[in-house]
Structure formats: structure tokens, C-alpha cells
């Protein structure tokens, strides 16, 4: 009983520890075929194929090329062929599609395929890319279709698309400022690297229906592509998702099963399956955008902000998939949890010759939060004040507005003082401290803020239906990939029932042709949105149990109440009937009956989201925000600048912790993200784009024994009025303001400002030479 | 020992306590087998190199990456000489009831639960070879597997845990 507010575990917990738990790669049919991928070994270049030898060894069914398929995908734009054609435009691209009756077969005839390249001059960078004269990445980026507006292409360029905020007079602004400190920034790509590789598998039956089974975070989004890109009807698309193994935004795009349909399709309907090997998971697969910045702040003498000037670049590789829509949530939320009265914001996307690029966990937050924290830190230098205090001075708060002119309430905004106030307490001590005679500690701390940057029309719902013995079924269309998002639902649903959490049976697995729409399982809001759904289920179940109880009981629905089972007198509970009496309908002792089964519904949809004005940037991106104050102490040891965080610090306002163990696995689980992303993480290229890392061993993520001695992690619980018990989204915030953190403790402990990631002792080395030097 | 012209042939391995029959190529690596031979999918493949431990198993009860592993080596003949020991594999779904499952859900050691296998495999391994490992071997040992949703904490906890029960457990009688 009393499910919300208490540390349920997963659903699917005892499962997960017996290796019971079914992921897209362990449910294979018998008779599968396995497809396996060529990629290119190029960054640019006009391709050639020779597929004749590869289509006549043993075991192979059929081989496909770019010119097999004439299909443009792409969610924003429609800018990439699901294999290439003509031309690869990233190092790992799929150029070709083998399949074979045995994986050992697929992979030596992948082998096979002789592809001839034309190298083209490669753009490797981001200033390569919008540098004059740069070679195109695109050549027909004008003539694309835009699938998802607002999107504004340059052609014969490659910029994607720009997205403005143009808010007060900047002019103004800079005049208004006594203080201006301005920073640049170059951040780079990033990998998911969820532990679970991708994986697709397709098969079409002879009645005309499409069964596909994935990792996807977004099953909704699969059906609907492929119908779209194939002209089939939505419903002939089925769409089933088991339990993901992880998946922080790299499992929304939709590729592999694009690629698994067409493979299917090639070999008369059969099912075929697609899995990334690891390096494909890195190199072809999308990664998360990387980041070139120009930040400039203005403020008046006493520390007030006046004025902030943001351009980014956002280097989305080769192909566009979300990242307009990543640009924009970087726009809506530019200025970080500060107000600003005049605020100048572009946001390019660049084409580059790199893996192309897709959400990460925080949707382009956690770069912005590292550029504006940054550049605040070199504020509080410049004025002389302690960064602490510029902060609270600034801090935005209810009846601001955003820089998208959205109006803000405690409700929809939270506590960051509360956060920030707590977070300077528990990390209270010297910026800088000498603690050996080699050692120093040093401290950094840094604000974030995200709303959920979702389209305005994002549905959810619920259904709920009921066994004999009374216990229930619940149904959403959310994705189980480690975030407990099913548990969360039950808890919702057990709490407005008044019954026991095992008495919420859930559907671990999606299937779009049962369960309710669920936009995607991203941006944190499965328990916003499916659990709107999930109360108004609970609450439609109960209107239509009180219903047949009032009949049986003799009385007005409005005499009744629900708990434990029970549909009672509220004056008199020992007058009841047990929901199993009623939920599939009363039969009285003469055998006759009355009401029939019963089925809760719920939906839930966006309320007054509006897109953002392509001019001014205006518009209302998400119902609430999440806020939070972030911190490290680093040990640095200054012969060989070495570092290690030793503690980490979060408080974030949570609004309601529905499950507070869950609440704090998680954002622990992301701030161990969070500091991978500052202290080893990022992708790397070589000359001619060349992918350099492509692995767990070269594209290094944090281990056992990296992590700090001490993760420190408080609520803040200021409610959001309109969400489920008051919960706010907390899935990906854990990882925002680390990197922008532990930069802060880095820069103090070297006494130069870092302005790059990851921050490894070799970099740091770098940065104090080229200082020196400049000397 | 039927051979076909592919290299596979018969071959009779023990996994979990049963001696299973399969036909497997001499390239086929343990964690292939396990899974699209045996069903056995409990172990993950994460990287097919080594460096995630996804796939860890238990090879006479020491911690192994099965994608490392041929599972030719494991194979037995149908008669086996006299005295000769088959080595035993286990995997987790073996594992049944056991301290380092519970210490695992307690500590909240899992997010996705795709790491979770081979860190339990791992952990047991460590509890049989090294009961009285200190803190820092712990750590040592958790080294060679990757989990990316958890921040690792909760995972040294939950072996950490183990090993603290074990030792101060009575001996069994
Ligand atoms: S799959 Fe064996 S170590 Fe990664
Ligand atoms: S729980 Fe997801 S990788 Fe460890």
C-alpha cells in the first residue's frame, strides 16, 4: 500500500539477476537470417561496389546496395539514404547490407563486398565546414524534404539549419554593461554507449503485416517512419520492444530497423536480423553531438546580468536526425537558470564528415550547461566575486521569463536557489587548497536547468484492465530501458487504487499494437506523461467500479470510496464488495448479471506547448523544468597532473520523489556519466575523418575504482502542480553540470581557466604550455 | 563424431551441471554457443573483444569472458578417458537464491540490467577464489567489466556486502 513515495524495486528486478531477463538479441525465431553491414572505410568519398562475388558464397541470400533502395529518411530532414549512394559522406557509413543464413556466413560475404573509393577533400571540423569554400557535405541540401518543421537549410552550404533567439536589444545590453567576459569552446561528439549494442529485426507476412522487433527507445516513431517510407498502413506495422539494455538517447533514432526491413523485403518477407557489433554501435550508429561555442556575458558593476551573446555550432556529422531539434532546446534554455534581459542566440547545425549524430541523454544540455557555467565562472573572475554569490544574484526565479518568453511559476520552475543554496553548503571549503606537497584539492560547482524541448502534440495513454482474482494490468506504450519507467507506472497506479504494488501486473515488453501510443521514452517524461495517463486510467476504472457497486450495494456511486480492494460505503466500510466481484461484472446468487468487464482508460496529451518562432525563438518548449546545483572536489596532483574526483555533490529539485532509492540510483548513475564525459570521454577522428575510436578500449568510459569515494545526493521537493504526485523529470539530469563542474575544480586547482573536455592530464599539459609560450 | 564439411561436428560440453550434446565449428567462441546453441542467454555479448564483461562466466568456478573462449576447448569426448575431469562452465543461470543476488537487488546494483549478468558471475567467482579480499581487491576485480547506468558504487557495495556476509556467516556444518 502507499506505493508512491517509497523505494519500490524494479518490476522486472529479480529478472535482471537471474539472466531471465529477455533483451532484443536473446528472442531470436528459428529461421532467422542475419544480416550483416559494409561500412564504409572512408570519410568522403564517391563509391563504387562490386558485389557479384559476395552474392554467390555459400550461405548467402541476397546483397543489398544503395542503388537497390531509392528512400531518403531523416526526422527533422530527410537528408540520408539508409545505405549509401554515390558517395559515403562518414568514416563506418553502411554501404552495403548482407544476408546470410548464419552470422559466420554474413560477416565473411560482408567481407567480400569490394567497394572502389574516390577520395572527396573531407570536412573534419566544424570551422572546416562553414570555412568559404568548404567541400559540401550535402551537394543537394536545398532540395530536401523537410519532415518535421521548424528546420531552415542554407543550400550550397553546410549549415542544416540555424534557429534564433532574439530577445530584448542587445545593444542595449552591452551598454548597460560594465563587466563583459566572452569564452570559446569546443566540445566533442560523444557516445551513448549503452552496454547493450543495437539491434533490429524485420519480417513481413504474406497477410501484408510487418512484425519488427528492436531496441528502439521510440516504437511509435519506427512504425510510423515505416509506413511512411514504405507506404504501408500504420496499423500493418508492429512494433515490439523488450526489455532495452540501456539506451540514453542513442536507441530514439531510427535506423537499424529501416535497414532490417529492407533486408527482409529482399529475401521474400523472411525474418532477418540486424545487430551492431560494438564498433558499429560507435561508428555507424549515431553518437551525440558535438560543440563549438562562442559565449559572451555582460553585466552592470554589482553582478547583474545584462546581456548574453551565444553562437553554437552544433557538428552533427553527416546526416541531421534530431539535432535541429537538439539546437533548439539549446535556444530555449541558452541563457542557463539566469536572468537576462537581452539575449542573442544562434544555433547552427553543421554537416561534417563525421558519424552523424542524434539525442544524448539531456538533449544538448549538458554542452550548453558546460558553456554558460564556464563563461559565469569567468564572470565572477573578471567582477571579482565569489561565483557562488553571482549565481543567487542572478538566479532566475517566478515571474521571470525564459529566453523563449516563457512565463515562470514555482510550479513549473522549482527551487534553484533551494538547490543552489544546499550545494554551496555541502561543498563548503576553499576554492583551492594545498593538502600535501604535491597535492592540492580543489572545488567547482555549477548550475543546470532543462525543460523537455518536446513536439507540442507528444501523446501518452493507459489502459488498465482487470483479472478474476482482482489484481490488475496495466498497459503504456513507455519503453523499460533502465529507468524504471513500467515500476513507476505501477506505483502510480497501485497508490490510486488503494492496492498492494504486486497487485499491478505491467506489460514489460511494448507492442504497438496493443499498448497506447507513447510518444517516445525520451526526455525524461514517462512519469509526466504516461503517468497523466495512468491516473486518469486509475480514475476511469474507478467511476466504472463505483458504478456496478452502487447497483450491488444499493446506494449512489458518490456514497463510495476505493481502497484495498474494496469498493465500500464510505460511511460504513464493512458494506463492500471486492473489486473481483465487479470487475467482470456482478453475477447475482440466481446466476443472472449485471455491468460487464471493466476497462480504464487514460491519455494524456501536451497542454499549451507552442513551436518556437523561427524568427524571435519565442515559444513555450516544455510544461516544467528540472533544476539543479552540482559539485566536485578534485584531488590534483601537481607533478603529474593528474586529477580524481573524490567526491560528488547534487541537489536537484525533484518536485516529489516518487521512489527515493530509484531517484537517487539514478542520478548517481548519471553523475558517474557525467564525470566520464569530463575526464576521458569523446570521440576522436584522425586526418581524413578516419573513427579512432571505436571501441570500450579506446573510447574509454568510466570503471569501477574512477568513480569519486563519495557520492553525495539531496532532493529538493518543490511540486509540479500539474504532474503526477508533483514528480519531475530526473533521468538525465544527473549528468548535466558535471563536466561544467569539474572543469571549475580543474581551472582553480591549475589557476588557468579550462575551457575544453575531456580534461585529461595530457590536455591540461597542453593548455599550460601553449600558456606559457604565449608568454 | 559426425564431421560435415563445414567443420561442425557433435560435441558434448557441461554447463549449469548437465552434460549438453552440440554441434558447434571450432571458430564458434563459448558465448556464441551459450546463447544461439544452448539458450543460455544470460551472458551478453557488449564487445566480442574482452572489454566489457558482459559475458563473463564461471570456468571451474574462476571468472572468464566467454567471447574470449572457444568452446571447442570445453568440448569432451563422447568416452572420456579414465580420471579426466570435464571443465565445468557456469553461467547465471545457475545462480539461484544466492547472497550476491540479494546484496545486488538491496544495493540497487542494476539500472538496465545488461551489465548485470557477468558482474554477478564475476562477484561470485571473486566470493569462491578470494573470500577474504580486501576493499581495494575488490575494486580490482570489478575493473574488468563496464556498466554505464549505474555509478559503480552500488555495485562495489553489493560485493562488498557479499563477502562482509560470507565471513561473518556461520561455517556450514
Ligand atoms: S562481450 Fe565479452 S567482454 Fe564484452
Ligand atoms: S545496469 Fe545498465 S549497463 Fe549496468
Redesign the interface.
Known amino acids: 500500500m502507499n506505493a508512491v513515495g517509497h523505494s519500490v524495486a524494479r518490476k522486472e528486478a529479480p529478472n535482471k539477476v537471474t539472466g531471465r531477463a529477455r533483451y532484443c538479441a536473446d528472442i531470436t525465431p528459428a529461421g532467422t537470417l542475419t544480416a550483416a553491414l559494409v561500412v564504409s572505410r572512408h570519410a568522403h568519398a564517391r563509391i563504387r561496389l562490386e558485389v557479384d562475388h559476395a552474392r554467390h558464397m555459400p550461405g548467402v541470400v541476397a546483397v543489398l546496395t544503395g542503388q537497390d533502395v531509392s528512400l531518403l529518411c531523416g526526422e527533422v530532414l530527410e537528408d540520408r539514404p539508409p545505405l549509401a549512394v554515390g558517395k559515403v559522406r562518414y568514416w563506418g557509413e553502411p554501404v552495403a547490407l548482407v544476408i546470410a543464413h548464419g552470422e559466420a556466413e554474413a560477416k565473411r560475404a560482408a567481407r567480400a563486398v569490394r567497394v572502389d573509393y574516390q577520395p572527396l577533400p573531407v570536412v573534419n571540423t566544424v570551422e572546416d565546414a562553414i570555412a568559404a569554400g568548404a567541400a559540401l557535405v550535402h551537394e543537394r541540401l536545398g532540395q530536401y524534404k523537410r519532415a518535421q518543421p521548424p528546420v531552415v537549410p542554407q543550400a550550397q552550404s553546410n549549415i542544416a539549419d540555424h534557429a534564433k533567439i532574439r530577445c530584448g536589444d542587445a545593444a542595449e545590453g552591452w551598454r548597460n554593461s560594465a563587466a563583459t567576459v566572452s569564452g570559446h569552446f569546443a566540445l566533442p561528439q560523444v557516445e551513448h554507449a549503452a552496454v547493450e549494442t543495437r539491434c533490429a529485426r524485420a519480417e513481413i507476412l504474406h497477410d501484408g503485416r510487418v512484425l519488427v522487433q528492436s531496441t528502439t527507445q521510440a516504437p511509435f516513431e519506427v512504425q510510423k517512419l515505416l509506413a511512411r517510407y514504405f507506404h504501408l498502413q500504420q496499423g500493418q506495422v508492429i512494433v515490439t520492444v523488450p526489455l532495452v539494455g540501456g539506451a540514453f538517447g542513442g536507441k530514439a533514432a531510427v535506423q537499424l530497423e529501416i535497414l532490417a526491413y529492407l533486408a527482409s523485403r529482399a529475401v521474400n518477407g523472411r525474418p532477418v536480423q540486424l545487430v551492431n557489433s560494438r564498433e558499429e554501435d560507435m561508428a555507424t550508429s549515431p553518437v551525440g553531438v558535438g560543440l563549438v561555442a562562442d559565449v559572451k556575458l555582460g553585466a552592470s558593476a554589482e553582478g547583474l546580468l545584462q546581456a548574453a551573446e551565444l553562437t553554437f555550432w552544433l557538428d552533427t556529422g553527416a546526416y541531421t536526425d534530431s539535432t535541429p531539434r537538439v539546437a533548439r532546446a539549446m535556444c530555449s534554455e541558452c541563457t542557463g537558470p539566469y536572468r537576462v534581459p537581452h539575449i542573442r542566440c544562434d544555433a547552427y547545425t553543421v554537416y561534417t564528415n563525421h558519424t552523424y549524430a542524434t539525442a544524448f541523454r539531456g538533449f544538448g544540455h549538458f554542452p550548453l550547461t558546460f558553456v554558460i557555467e564556464r563563461t559565469m565562472d569567468r564572470l565572477a573572475e573578471q567582477l571579482d566575486m565569489d561565483p557562488v554569490e553571482l549565481r543567487r544574484k542572478n538566479l532566475i526565479g517566478p515571474g521571470d521569463r525564459t529566453p523563449t518568453r516563457m512565463a515562470l511559476t514555482r510550479s513549473t520552475l522549482g527551487d534553484p536557489r533551494a538547490c543552489l543554496d544546499r550545494a554551496a553548503e555541502l561543498l563548503a571549503g576553499p576554492a583551492r587548497e594545498q593538502t600535501g606537497p604535491h597535492t592540492v584539492r580543489a572545488r567547482g560547482l555549477a548550475l543546470f536547468w532543462k525543460t523537455s524541448s518536446s513536439p507540442p502534440n507528444a501523446i501518452s495513454g493507459a489502459i488498465v484492465t482487470f483479472n478474476q482474482d482482482g489484481s490488475v494490468n496495466l498497459s503504456t506504450g513507455t519503453v523499460e530501458m533502465g529507468a524504471g519507467t513500467k515500476t513507476t507506472s505501477a506505483q502510480i497506479l497501485a497508490e490510486r487504487l488503494g492496492l498492494d504494488i504486486g497487485q499491478v501486473h505491467i506489460h514489460t515488453h511494448v507492442n504497438t499494437k496493443v499498448d497506447p501510443e507513447h510518444w517516445k521514452t525520451v526526455a525524461s517524461l514517462s512519469t509526466f506523461m504516461a503517468g497523466r495517463a495512468v491516473l486518469e486510467a486509475a480514475e476511469d476504472a474507478k467511476a466504472q467500479l463505483k458504478s456496478v457497486a452502487a447497483i450491488v450495494l444499493k446506494c449512489a456511486p458518490g456514497d463510495l470510496s476505493v481502497a484495498r480492494g474494496r469498493i465500500f460505503l464510505t460511511a460504513d466500510p464493512n458494506i463492500y464488495v471486492a473489486f473481483r466481484d465487479v470487475a467482470h461484472g456482478y453475477t447475482y446468487p440466481g446466476g443472472d448479471a449485471i455491468g460487464g468487464q471493466i476497462v480504464g482508460r487514460g491519455s494524456y496529451i501536451m497542454r499549451h506547448l507552442t513551436l518556437l518562432d523561427e524568427e524571435t525563438g519565442e515559444g513555450h518548449p516544455g510544461p516544467s523544468f528540472t533544476v539543479g546545483a552540482q559539485g566536485v572536489e578534485i584531488d590534483w596532483d601537481t607533478r603529474s597532473g593528474r586529477y580524481r574526483v573524490v567526491r560528488a555533490v547534487s541537489v536537484v529539485d525533484a518536485g516529489r520523489a516518487m521512489n527515493p532509492a530509484g531517484a537517487r540510483t539514478m542520478l548517481q548513475g548519471g553523475m558517474c556519466m557525467g564525470i566520464g564525459l569530463a575526464t576521458r570521454e569523446g570521440v576522436l577522428y584522425g586526418r581524413g575523418g578516419q573513427r579512432l575510436n571505436d571501441q570500450f578500449r579506446t573510447y574509454r568510459t568510466m570503471r569501477a575504482g574512477e568513480q569519486p569515494d563519495e557520492y553525495v545526493v539531496e532532493l529538493v521537493e518543490t511540486p509540479q502542480i500539474d504532474a503526477p504526485f508533483g514528480a519531475r523529470p530526473l533521468g538525465e539530469h544527473g549528468l548535466l553540470a558535471m563536466p561544467a563542474a569539474v572543469a571549475a575544480a580543474v581551472s582553480h586547482a591549475i589557476g588557468r581557466p579550462v575551457s575544453h573536455l575531456p580534461i585529461t592530464p595530457e590536455s591540461l599539459w597542453r593548455l599550460t604550455r601553449t600558456a606559457e609560450a604565449a608568454r | 563424431m559426425a564431421t560435415s564439411h563445414t567443420g561442425r561436428a557433435e560435441h558434448l560440453i557441461t554447463v549449469n551441471g548437465e552434460q549438453r550434446r552440440v554441434t558447434l565449428?571450432p571458430?564458434d567462441t563459448l558465448l556464441?554457443i551459450l546463447?544461439?546453441e544452448l539458450g543460455?542467454?544470460?551472458?551478453?555479448?557488449?564487445?566480442?573483444?574482452g572489454?566489457?564483461g558482459?559475458c563473463t562466466v564461471l570456468v571451474d568456478g574462476v571468472p572468464m569472458k566467454s567471447c574470449l573462449l572457444l568452446a571447442i576447448e570445453f568440448a569432451t569426448p563422447e568416452e572420456p578417458a579414465a580420471g579426466a575431469v570435464p571443465r565445468h562452465i557456469e553461467?547465471?543461470?545457475s545462480?539461484?537464491e544466492t547472497e550476491v543476488?540479494r546484496q545486488?537487488?538491496d544495493h540497487?546494483a542494476?539500472?538496465?540490467?545488461?551489465?548485470?549478468?557477468g558482474f554477478?558471475m564475476l562477484a561470485e567467482g571473486l566470493r569462491r577464489q578470494r573470500p577474504g579480499a580486501s576493499p581495494g581487491e575488490v575494486?580490482?576485480w570489478?575493473?574488468s567489466?563496464?556498466?554505464?547506468?549505474?555509478?559503480?558504487?552500488?555495485?562495489?557495495q553489493a560485493v562488498r556486502g557479499t563477502l562482509e556476509r560470507e565471513r561473518s556467516a556461520p561455517p556450514p556444518v
Open positions: 565449428r571458430a556464441y546463447r544461439d543460455l542467454t544470460g551472458a551478453k555479448p557488449g564487445c566480442e573483444n572489454d566489457c558482459a553461467t547465471v543461470e545462480l539461484d543476488q545486488f537487488l540497487w542494476f539500472q538496465c540490467g545488461y551489465c548485470t549478468s554477478l575494486v580490482d570489478l575493473r567489466n563496464i556498466c554505464r547506468c549505474t555509478s559503480y558504487a552500488e555495485i562495489i
